[in-house]
């Protein structure tokens, strides 16, 4: 345990030099801020814009803080799997070519750890980046519109980032399994697109897919309630996650390592 300590400790360190800890949760946060505001001041800004007729009333439907937090988080679906993509994909490709892999691997580290470690750093920023990004928009929204309850902030902020977390975990697969780590992204990204398309499309035949999260996640904050079918999605998700894991080391140990 205290080899993987170390382990995690140096990942965490090398993110704090790479500046991953400083502009990911800024992303994050921008991306958070950015629907509340751009809701609220929406007539403003058209107005500001012109190109109506004189004496124009600009008349838009106020939308609800559930729909403005849900516009919110679908933000994260697509610019935010991307960040995560973009940051993740070289996290063991990139030092496995360069050769930092193949000189911590000659001492006692265990594959295992290695790949464990760095997963379980990336999932420390991308929860960190995700809850003060996803605070920043139920703030906002409370301020501008209406405040949801804190606990639905929590369920849909959990189940959110349980899919979020898939995501990194099938990008830490790719990248196990590639030397090329636009390969590990580019292939992260299908993954992730494919699966929410296929879930979207058969989504009364594919109940418990991970992908389903996402939806869930929105009709906590619509209904307040937690739906049926977000456990069994939750719990597939999570062995999802260790398969993946377990194949990621699995590969990993596989390959040559350059010396």
Do not use: C, H
């Amino acid at each position: 345990m205290s080899q993987w300590m170390t382990l995690l400790q140096k990942e965490i360190l090398e993110m704090w030099r790479n500046f991953k800890w400083i502009w990911v949760p800024i992303t994050f946060i921008l991306l958070g801020v950015k629907e509340p505001l751009s809701s609220y001041y929406l007539p403003q800004i058209l107005d500001a814009v012109g190109g109506l007729p004189e004496g124009a009333v600009i008349k838009l439907p106020t939308p609800t803080a559930a729909e403005v937090l849900i516009t919110g988080l679908g933000q994260y679906t697509t610019l935010g799997v991307l960040i995560i993509v973009l940051t993740t994909m070289g996290i063991i490709s990139g030092e496995r070519k360069s050769g930092v892999a193949a000189m911590i691997l000659v001492k006692p580290v265990s594959f295992q750890s290695f790949v464990s470690a760095k997963w379980a750093g990336s999932v420390l920023l991308m929860w960190f980046s995700f809850f003060i990004g996803y605070l920043s928009t139920w703030y906002y929204t409370g301020l501008l519109f209406d405040w949801i309850p804190f606990i639905e902030f929590l369920q849909s902020f959990f189940f959110y980032a349980l899919w979020l977390t898939v995501i990194l975990t099938v990008t830490v697969f790719f990248s196990s399994s590639f030397v090329n780590s636009g390969m590990a992204g580019f292939l992260s990204l299908a993954v992730a697109i494919v699966l929410s398309l296929v879930s979207s499309i058969l989504s009364n035949w594919l109940e418990w897919s991970p992908a389903q999260l996402t939806n869930y996640a929105n009709e906590v904050l619509l209904d307040n309630r937690i739906p049926a079918d977000t456990l069994p999605a939750s719990l597939i998700a999570a062995v999802f996650i260790i398969v993946l894991l377990f194949l990621s080391v699995f590969i990993f140990r596989k390959k040559e390592l350059p010396q």
